[in-house]
């Protein structure tokens, strides 16, 4: 921050520049507001200046008296703050000196020139030297677009100091353009400049009256020099009507040419700004500026990076620009000759009677909804205005090219709608979760009863394995939902489709070929082994189901693997792929291919096109389920009739080894040696589940406590002996079980745990943060739930 260091023996002169040294340093304070956002900060430190500031007056009444003497102020504190900020930055005084400024204000404008005159292009000094008087009067002010060098900037302004003699200059690159932002600045640009030779007055206004812009040739006409400005004035007010209507410039008078007005709107909204072109009336007797001025207005037209078109008395186009071709999604071999074959034919007859009235002398504008034939579900918005002066046009169209913006739309309401029907999915399993574990417990305890030759015993085998069947129901609601547990291991794509690869043989049949490709310099990911088999499996079964839907005969399935690099990924273009380097799994057919209606609803849960019985509709949606919550991200592209192709894009994991995971519960291979000793505290708040659990394990020699929540179980802890093993639900009323567990864990801190939940460990995980404990899914068998505690307590006692 440039500055000038303070002496201890100062004339009045230097008493005063201390002076405005320490209301520079307030200004400072005010950057600080500015730069860092931070209220506190920036009033702490503008009460620490408003100290210095004092005490430099003070100082200076103390040394008339005589005294003259003063102690170094350090000013490396204000120093800092200004130059840690990325903004140019500068502190004038009343007198429009420069008291301050940062390396970054040199680095921007080749020195420290005071502002406002800087180097800057067209009429920008102009700009800033108002915006500067209007901060002196309001406090503030802000230029949103100015030019230095090229470089585009925009400018605060702040009134500062204990006396308010201080402004405080910011300047920072422009945000990013919008559409009449950019419009702004091809008036005041070069564009602007070709329309000022051609004798077109351009200007852009804003929904109050205001200028935004405006070309020379109209600032020369309207106030007198092409110099001057008229930025943020009242455009009304540069013009007069005479008892005919006629209108002219104030500043000319009656003896100016009349003016014709072209009203150009090119956004929606009550609030959007107009373009408006001004020519001299040719009818009035007087010559116009420039020739073939309305041929001029339709180049404008042709520049203007919105769509529009122009339209004849009789209904027939008579320019479309590029925008207008894009939006409307125009044949270049075979253009439309009305504004009604643009449109399907129900909207035909509205198009063309709003065509007919502002042809006839319609003032106002219109907005309508219309479907392009094309894409009849999509509705568009239309304007519609009458035009004058451009010899056969009559009427102006503009269309607004928004099919980027319905895309985006239709993938933010897809995603919203997969997360809502995730959360759905994973809070019904869950409930379901605690039933199933209920529903199989009891078929295991019946079992236990009863011996393959009794009659009840098949009935009971048939109720757990329908129980079993739908807990793997359960298990791919939680896939989708992203709220499985996984098992991610490092691994390449290759081994886990070799894997796999001897089963997908049987599942094809002799029909369907499958071909495998592997690429080179794959590199590793990190993804559970099985759900990634489950994702080829269910991919490859609904394969050959479409291929053997287009030919009893079959057709190929191709499963490929391929690297793409960070450079290919930016190149592509992708809104919704990262940029990185990715491990490619593409698994293609040969079959009937999807239908385009059908391809944004493939990966809903329940959705299928199968005959009823024939598909539950949850294997598509567990595939993306497993994809997504693995890291990647897939895609669908197909052609009806010409097959279908699934792409995986899998990051590439560069740790140099796995991330730790809490310990889950092994399970034996072995069901046998499952009687154990000791004592179980059960924590578990579904009445159901506890009995079962509780039955199980006394079943197998434990002696088991139970607690049907949290602070139950730790009255039974403080009352009683400390147990041998805690298993306990996640997710509890009053006291959740990780709340429960650490303290417990304060009483016995060795105390091994064994979790049990519906939901997965994967969505529990920054819950279940602790040491020494197990997770256990649910639903389990009364065997699952055995060994798991077997394993725990031998775990612990080996420990």
């Known amino acids: 921050m440039a500055s000038r260091p303070l002496n201890t023996d100062l004339d009045a002169g230097q008493r005063q520049a201390l002076v405005v040294a320490g209301a520079c340093g307030l200004g400072a304070a005010a950057v600080a507001l500015l730069v860092l956002h931070s209220a506190a900060v920036a009033a702490g430190f503008a009460a620490a200046m408003l100290v210095l500031v004092g005490a430099a007056f003070a100082w200076s ?12 102020t350090d000013w490396s504190v204000a120093r800092a703050l200004a130059a840690a900020s990325d903004d140019a930055l500068a502190v004038t005084d009343r007198a429009g000196r420069l008291i301050c400024a940062n390396d970054r204000y040199r680095q921007q404008f080749g020195g420290y020139p005071t502002p406002p005159g800087l180097p800057l292009d067209g009429n920008g000094a102009a700009e800033l030297a108002s915006a500067g008087r209007t901060a002196w009067r309001d406090g503030s002010a802000e230029l949103p677009r100015m030019s230095s060098r090229g470089a585009a900037l925009a400018v605060a302004i702040e009134r500062a100091g204990e006396s308010e003699d201080m402004l405080v200059w910011r300047f920072h690159a422009a945000q990013g353009l919008d559409l009449a932002t950019e419009v702004q600045a091809m008036i005041a640009g070069q564009i602007g400049d070709r329309l000022a030779a051609a004798g077109i007055m351009a ?11 405006a070309n020379r040739v109209l600032r020369e006409r309207s106030m007198g020099h092409e110099e001057s400005v008229v930025v943020g004035r009242d455009f009304a007010r540069f013009l007069t009507a005479d008892a005919s209507g006629q209108v002219r410039f104030e500043r000319e008078g009656t003896k100016g040419n009349p003016l014709r007005i072209l009203q150009i709107p090119f956004l929606e909204g009550d609030d959007a700004p107009i373009l408006v072109a001004l020519l001299d009336d040719e009818d009035s007797g007087r010559p116009a500026i420039g020739a073939s001025a ?56 509205a198009v063309a009677d709003a065509i007919r009235r502002f042809a006839n002398g319609a003032t106002h504008t219109t907005d309508m909804a219309i479907r392009l034939k094309d894409h009849p579900d999509e509705p568009v918005a239309l304007t519609i205005a009458g035009a004058r002066g451009l010899g056969d046009a009559a009427v102006l169209l503009s269309l607004k ?18 997360q809502a029907v995730g959360q759905l999915a994973g809070g019904v399993a869950h409930d379901f979760n605690n039933i199933l574990t209920a529903i199989i417990g009891h078929c ?83 993804a559970d082994p099985g759900q990634l088999e489950q994702v080829v499996v269910n991919l490859a079964v609904n394969a050959r189901d479409a291929m053997l839907a287009k030919d009893a005969s079959g057709g190929t399935l191709t499963i490929a693997c391929r690297a793409v690099s960070a450079a290919q990924v930016r190149k592509m273009g992708n809104d919704i792929l990262p940029v990185a380097d990715y491990s490619v799994l593409e698994i293609s057919d040969t079959g009937i291919g999807i239908p385009p209606e059908i391809v944004g609803k493939i990966f809903e849960p329940f959705f299928t096109t199968k005959e009823v019985g024939k598909g539950t509709g949850l294997g598509l949606s567990t595939v993306y389920g497993i994809v997504k919550q693995s890291g990647g991200y897939i895609f669908a592209d197909s052609k009806p009739g010409q097959g279908a192709t699934f792409t995986i894009y899998l990051p590439v994991h560069t740790a140099d080894a ?142």
């Open 401 to 418: 090219d928004n099919g980027e913006e319905t895309r985006l739309k239709r993938e933010v309401a897809q995603a919203t709608k997969m």
């Open 294 to 349: 309305a041929a001029h207005v339709k180049s404008l037209i042709s520049l203007l990076p919105v769509g529009l078109a122009l339209v004849d008395r009789d209904g027939r186009f008579v320019q479309m620009n590029d925008p207008f071709v894009r939006a409307a999604q125009v044949d270049p071999l075979h253009p439309p000759l009305y504004p009604g074959d643009l449109v399907v034919r129900e909207d035909k007859a």
């Open 444 to 526: 295991d305890l019946m079992l236990m009863r009863h011996s393959p030759g009794d009659s009840d015993y098949d009935d009971i085998q048939q109720v757990k394995a329908n129980s079993n069947r739908a807990a793997s129901l359960t298990r791919q609601l939680l896939a989708f939902s992203r709220q499985q547990t996984l098992r991610p291991q490092v691994l390449q794509l290759p081994d886990v489709i070799s894997e796999v690869s001897q089963l997908l043989k049987r599942l094809m049949g002799e029909t369907v070929k499958l071909e495998v490709r592997h690429g080179r310099d794959l590199g590793p990911v990190r």
């Open 203 to 213: 200007a852009l206004i804003a929904h109050d009256g205001k200028l935004l812009a």
């Open 61 to 72: 009444r103390f040394t008339r008296s005589g005294h003259d003497a003063i102690p170094d």
């Open 658 to 799: 796995p991330a730790a995971k809490a310990p889950t519960a092994a399970r034996s291979e072995k069901s046998s040696d499952l009687w154990g000793s000791g004592t179980i505290l059960l924590v578990e708040d579904e009445d159901m589940v506890r009995a079962v659990a509780e039955r199980a394990l006394a079943r197998q020699g434990y002696k088991v406590l139970t607690a049907e929540h949290g602070e139950a179980a730790l009255e039974l802890l403080a009352a009683g002996e400390r147990p041998d093993l805690l298993i306990s639900d996640v997710v509890m009323p009053t006291m959740d079980g990780p709340t429960m567990v650490r303290h417990a864990r304060a009483q016995h801190p060795d105390l091994p745990i064994l979790f049990m939940s519906g939901y997965a460990e994967e969505q529990l995980r920054k819950s279940i943060d602790l040491d020494n404990v197990a997770f256990l899914p649910k639903p389990f068998s009364v065997q699952q739930l055995a060994e798991a505690a077997r394993d725990v307590l031998a775990a612990a006692r080996a420990a």
